[in-house]
């Protein structure tokens, strides 16, 4: 009974693996679309680089008993929500809310939950967007709406949040009190950069497109 068990477990997890994979490159395919797009409007790339992940058999399997949720695919897709999981890097804080927007402007996209740990940063200074989505994945037997979770962060929030990420599992949880205070000062720093930068950037972008018009004045007379 108990190798039954493991080895229906085993086939929900890959083909939920599978269908997770088809819903992860349907989001990268959005963004990509909106990356290239927003670069012809507005001559600059806001989408610095794109990850994504499935979680691994193992980890869900994980997950799936930590939750005592049943062991089956409607199940799991119900409970789980980030079994696929995309994490876009933009250059500024004002492009993570632009890319947010126009994700979750699109009306095959459901949006489940919407988490601005950007306004409201977590205790220990972790900043970034954070959005539950469905999307629909075509099946041969017709549409199949799974969730997808989409992180949207600036380069410092990212360096800061993959530092962090180390530190934690390097502490099992338990980081020192000198470490999470290094961490905090760091995370500010992050955020004083990210406005300096963004504060520069409007001031230069501003600049360039005037310059670009004057030229593209000259030319076309
Ligand atoms: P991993 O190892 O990246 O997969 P959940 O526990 O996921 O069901 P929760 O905690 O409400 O629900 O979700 P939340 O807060 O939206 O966080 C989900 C993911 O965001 C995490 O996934 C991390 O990837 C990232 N994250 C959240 N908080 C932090 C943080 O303090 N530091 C860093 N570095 N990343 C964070 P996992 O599965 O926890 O981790």
Known sequence: EMLAFAVGLRDTVQRLSMEHRFAVAEVETKVMILREEFLHLHRYNPIEHVKSRVKSPKSLIEKVLRKGCAPDAE???ASIRDIAGVRVTCSFIQDCYRVLEALTAQDDLRVLEIKDYIAEPKANGYRSLHAIVEVPVFLSSGALPLAVEIQIRSVAQDFWASLEHKIFYKYDGEVPERLRAELAAAAASA???????????????????????????????
């Open 75 to 77: 199940a799991i897709r």
């Open 191 to 221: 955020a004083a950069l990210d406005d300096r930068m963004e504060q520069l950037h409007a001031e230069v972008h501003g600049a360039s497109d005037l310059a670009d018009d004057g030229f593209d004045e000259l030319t076309l007379q």
